[in-house]
């Protein structure tokens, strides 16, 4: 899922409403506090092994030390979905880099 990071706080976007419901009610996406929501966060850790790695400050294993600014992680889709028609190759990547 597309996720935004700031500071001490991980957001999930999920534009289809497949994964932060209740049964009832439907979610566009879901905000967790690094600090805060820890217990529940390491129930999940599968779930944030992406970051692992990518800041220089380990944000996500080292709670008391905020990460500064923002970052954003989208996945680049392969074949076309509903949301977008939008494909990107690994060539097609590599020059957002």
Known sequence: LPSIV???QIGMIDPHEEYFGDGK?????HRWRMKEDRAIMDTIPDQFQP????FT???MFSPRDPIMGRCSVSLCATTPSELSQTLYSA???HTFV
């Open 6 to 8: 700031s500071s001490s």
């Open 25 to 29: 009610n439907r979610r566009t996406g």
């Open 51 to 54: 970051y692992k790695g990518i």
């Open 57 to 59: 400050v380990q944000m």
């Open 91 to 93: 060539e097609r990547v």
